[in-house]
């Protein structure tokens, strides 16, 4: 066939119209067929091979999509909405971007602009104001930076993000 090595190996025994296909180099098959026609076993064989070639192709166009250059700059913020039986919001600001996918960010303040009375809060960036001097340095991965291993900073988009109020499980 017309795809790549190693994608697959396919043992066939046309004497029972059987055959084994294995991914890769893998030593565990992925089917174990016999087939009431050649024909049947032929479709099913190239049908693997297609899906197989398919899922090569994403995974190599996601690879391609991480190693592009960021397209964020200066002045660009980031949220992260995160916590555990109540909302938190953080922003980010860009202050630094270091080649090609490395962003430096700073956390900055952020306001209420709507509440209810009740367990909701609306709140948006202040942004240039800035909570601590403390620079992160994080990679851009595509369109978000994995901020710590509760927190992942999205784009923020201008809107008000939801959070829980003061005193509602802060």
């Known amino acids: 066939g017309d795809y790549p090595k190693n994608l697959c190996a396919v043992y066939v025994d046309l004497a029972t119209n059987t055959a084994i296909f294995y991914k890769g180099k893998s030593t565990r098959h992925l089917w174990y ?9 032929k479709n099913k064989i190239n049908n ?7 899922w090569e192709d994403t995974k190599a166009k996601r690879a391609e999509t991480r190693k592009a ?4 700059k200066v002045g660009d913020i980031f949220y ?8 938190n919001v953080n922003f980010y600001e860009v202050v630094g971007v270091k080649g090609k996918q ?4 700073r956390e900055i303040a952020s306001k209420v602009v709507s509440s209810d009375g009740g367990p909701t809060t609306h709140v948006t ?9 403390t620079v992160l340095t994080k990679r ?10 509760y927190e992942t900073g999205f784009p923020w988009d201008g809107k ?11």
């Open 33 to 41: 067929n016999r087939f009431s026609t050649t024909a049947f076993m």
């Open 48 to 54: 693997s091979i297609s899906s197989l070639m398919s």
């Open 69 to 72: 250059p960021t397209t964020y």
């Open 80 to 87: 992260s909405s995160w916590g555990y039986e109540q909302t």
């Open 102 to 105: 490395t962003l430096e960010l």
């Open 125 to 133: 960036a202040i942004p240039g104001k800035f909570l601590r001097e």
């Open 140 to 149: 851009a991965s595509g369109k978000y930076v994995s901020i710590s291993s």
């Open 160 to 170: 008000p993000k939801y959070e829980t109020a003061g005193g509602w499980g802060h």
